[in-house]
């Protein structure tokens, strides 16, 4: 399978812990994005990088969240200190170079977190 | 605020008629439209897209119509068939972002036999 692939898909965690989710992206993908996407509404931009930078990051990330894509392949995303606002499924994507627009980000199938 | 709203949490078409699927947006600064479809279990895959410069696009079954003063799109599908039912997300870019797309809470589709 040659998709973009999640790990966990599933995590329950307890309030104030922290959580580390990994993304690996389809190869040669040198686009990455993470989303987040609560019961009942669509996907929520998170961040995204080009390679190993980070070049665009939501308003909606706090400092509790960070994101690392250290060499350009794989990423992470940490949530520390976790609420149970932050209980939502975690969708990371991946885009080819020489693209401009997102149509053609392809989705992972999510990793699923619910924070007791 | 919800800057894309998709109005209609679910829609029932039978087989083979023209399913029609709604997006209202707010913000005149998009400059680009998206249709994803998602079936359970897994990410949303991408569908058809739109520039705010037309206000047609046809990719086979599928068509998107954009009507830019009234700040509505939709999406076609004709004719629909059983693998149709899904949840469908309306997505659109702002010309102050390469690559942050604001989404519409989707449209369960629903195909009937």
């Known amino acids: 399978d040659t998709g973009v692939s999640q790990d966990p898909r599933h995590k329950i965690t307890k309030r104030g812990q922290n959580v580390t989710f990994r993304c690996d992206p389809i190869?040669?993908?040198?686009?990455l994005y993470w989303y987040r996407q609560t019961l009942g509404q669509g996907p929520e931009f998170l961040t995204y990088?080009?390679?190993?930078?980070?070049?665009?990051k939501s308003r909606l990330l706090s400092d509790r969240f960070s994101a690392e894509r250290p060499k350009g392949s794989f990423s992470t995303l940490e949530i520390q200190r976790t609420e149970q606002g932050d209980s939502a499924m975690y969708l990371c994507a991946s885009s080819p170079p020489g693209q401009t627009v997102q149509e053609t980000q392809y989705f992972g199938p999510g990793t699923r977190l619910l924070v007791l | 605020d919800q800057q894309v709203k998709q109005n209609s949490p679910s829609l029932s078409v039978q087989e083979g008629r023209i399913s029609i699927l709604n997006c209202d947006y707010t913000n005149s600064m998009f400059d680009y439209f998206l249709w994803y479809k998602k079936y359970p279990a897994e990410g949303p895959t991408f569908l058809i897209s739109?520039?705010?410069i037309k206000d047609k696009n046809e990719d086979g079954r599928f068509t998107v119509f954009l009507n830019k003063s009234a700040k509505h799109l939709s999406l076609h599908i004709v004719p629909s068939q059983p693998g149709d039912s899904a949840v469908y997300f309306c997505?659109?870019?702002?010309?102050?972002?390469?690559?942050?797309?604001?989404w519409g809470a989707g449209t369960k589709l629903i195909i009937k036999p």
């Open positions: 190869s040669e993908h040198n686009r």
């Open positions: 990088f080009q390679n190993e930078a980070q070049l665009e």
């Open positions: 739109i520039s705010s």
């Open positions: 997505a659109a870019k702002g010309v102050d972002s390469n690559y942050q797309l604001i």
